[in-house]
């Protein structure tokens, strides 16, 4: 499978103002650098209109064969500063929008920003500058808004340090008057071939900090910069932090939204790092709710128990909670317990590395045989020897977390299904006696009565949701022996059927928690009434968002 571009080929700062467009700094260059502009020495107005040879010169033919630009070392050969600048340069109206521009097989992708500082009032005048991303022409769009959104954030903190300290302007009219030393030093020597750009990475620190951008971008995708030690920017690239235990898949922002809009107060959370080390990687400025978060963190707890031990609203847990999972930072679970069920990821990929790590983390134990052990769904409580330490059963429970993290398993939830038969029909019919006009059960009083359905339409539980159907109608048109009191499993299948619950997308935990009711009520249920409900077994949606045949959707 081919792999989709995600790192940028060049990050680029470029200004607008009275005195005309240029190109401030560009990273990574060209170690033994061309002077691109030498090509347009003879072409005074950067405005003008370009000749069919300077076309040529430049590299802009756009039926021209495409541009080879993945090893270029970041010196898109064919585009001049000159050519950048000019591309790049706006209208004021276009700023504060989107820039995106195509040219060949590169894509340019940029936040053009508007300031004015104080100096430049005094003159009334204004200037625009913009941190453009050089990107691959197959990047998919999810990138792309990736990286405008970052674009658009560096923008936002280089004019907070414009208006503080101008921080900009005195950076602007550095990299300029390099640009202007090393076009003079090359003039009067012809074997010169120093590049502006490796001194003004020397002195510059904006550029330093646009280089430490791009490296992170390319390294991890996780972006952690202080513009001018003051601003911290901190950006993730979901994109790439989320495909580390499968190349080549891309996971799409969209669908991890779409995940943690299914979180429900019973879900977990699985911290993918020790909570120490995620502690001290968070920024000093961080949010004192997320510390707390950490520091009450607990795999066997559910949100809404982190939620009150943290003394925290639910809601404020679940935007921590997606925080964590966007970054990469953790994964979401149902809290470990006996009853969970778990099995081999279809995805899994063992290597020798995680063979080693694993061994590593837990000796004299081989993954591939622990592995092994899951190949049909087993649940922790038959892993559970009673007669174990709980060093064991403590070990058992890390080496199941140590596989979620790792992507090595998935848990399988039980989901229902009412389904009647002719079987199931014509046993409910020889155990509970169908009575030959429709009627159903009642209670008035604390007395259950047989209503005539023929006449008038059943009540229904105050806590309904769905308009019940005919064959759920149909299944509780019976009357019991003798006109008995109806059973407790009688009436509890009539109150979820009714709600629901059996149509095959509520699996046991969420009714378990929705409704309050014990496990053991539920398998009693389904024990009971087996003939018209089925079950199987499946992931919870807001679960499987870390395998690629759902994140590549």
């Not at 072409?43 to 300077?54: A, H, I, Q």
């Not at 504060?96 to 340019?108: A, D, P, Q, T, W």
């Not at 009067?188 to 502006?196: N, Q, T, V």
């Amino acid at each position: 499978m081919e792999v989709m571009p995600v790192n940028p080929l060049s990050i680029i700062l470029v200004k607008s103002d009275s005195k005309g467009d240029r190109m401030l700094f560009r990273y990574p260059h060209a170690a033994n650098h061309e002077r691109d502009s030498s090509q347009f020495t003879n072409r005074k107005n950067p405005y003008s209109l370009l000749t069919g040879d300077d076309l040529l010169q430049s590299g802009i033919c756009f039926k021209s064969a495409p541009l080879q630009t993945s090893n270029s070392n970041g010196n898109l050969p064919g585009f001049s500063d000159d050519v950048l600048s000019t591309l790049f340069a706006v209208k004021p109206e276009l700023c504060e929008l989107k820039f995106e521009l195509k040219v060949n097989n590169v894509r340019f992708i940029g936040h053009p920003t508007l300031l004015q500082s104080r100096k430049l009032r005094e003159i009334n005048s204004s200037m625009l500058f913009s941190v453009v991303f050089a990107l691959n022409c197959q990047t998919s769009h999810c990138i792309v808004r990736c990286y405008y959104d970052l674009s658009k954030r560096l923008g936002i903190a280089l004019r907070h340090e414009e208006k503080r300290c101008g921080f900009l302007t005195e950076e602007i009219k550095m990299m300029a008057s390099t640009h202007d030393e090393v076009a003079a030093r090359s003039e009067e020597e012809s074997d010169c071939e120093e590049s502006p750009y490796e001194v003004i990475l020397q002195k510059s620190l904006l550029a330093r900090d646009l280089k430490s951008v791009f490296d992170s971008l390319c390294a991890s995708g996780m972006v952690n910069v202080t513009i001018n030690n003051w601003i911290q920017v901190s950006f993730c690239f979901p994109q790439k932090v989320h495909h580390s235990h499968k190349k080549g898949f891309i996971m799409n922002p969209r669908i991890i939204k779409r995940c943690l809009n299914s979180l429900r107060p019973y879900h977990g959370l699985l911290l993918l790092t020790e909570p120490l080390e995620l502690l001290q990687s968070l920024p000093a400025d961080s949010a004192p709710s997320l510390r707390r978060l950490i520091q009450m963190y607990n795999p066997l707890k559910s949100l809404q128990s982190l939620a009150a031990d943290s003394n925290l609203t639910l809601a404020h847990i679940f935007e921590l909670t997606g925080h964590l999972v966007y970054w990469a930072k953790a994964t979401i679970i149902y809290p470990l317990c006996e009853s969970n069920v778990y099995v081999i990821s279809p995805d899994a990929v063992v290597t020798a590395q995680m063979l080693d790590e694993f061994s590593e983390q837990f000796p004299g134990l081989c993954l591939l045989q622990v592995l092994s052990e899951f190949s049909l769904p087993t649940s922790i409580s038959h892993k559970l020897n009673p007669l174990n330490l709980p060093q064991q059963q403590s070990q058992l429970v890390k080496i199941i977390m140590w596989l979620l993290k790792n992507h090595f398993l998935i848990q399988l939830h039980t989901y229902i299904q009412y389904m009647p038969t002719d079987y199931g029909q014509s046993s409910l019919e020889s155990n509970y006696q169908v009575t030959e006009n429709p009627t159903t059960l009642e209670e008035s009083d604390g007395i259950w009565n047989l209503i005539d359905t023929s006449r008038r339409m059943p009540m229904s539980f105050k806590s309904e949701v769905t308009v019940p159907s005919h064959e759920q109608e149909n299944f509780f048109k019976y009357q019991v022996d003798n006109f008995t009191v109806p059973t407790d499993d009688m009436i509890l299948m009539d109150k979820l059927c009714r709600l629901g619950y059996f149509d095959g997308s509520h699996h046991l935990e969420e009714i378990m928690y929705l409704e309050n009711i014990r496990r053991s009520q539920l398998l009693q249920i389904l024990d009971k009434f087996r003939d018209v409900l089925i079950t199987c077994e499946s992931e919870d949606p807001a679960i499987a968002l870390f395998h690629s045949r759902v994140g590549s959707e």
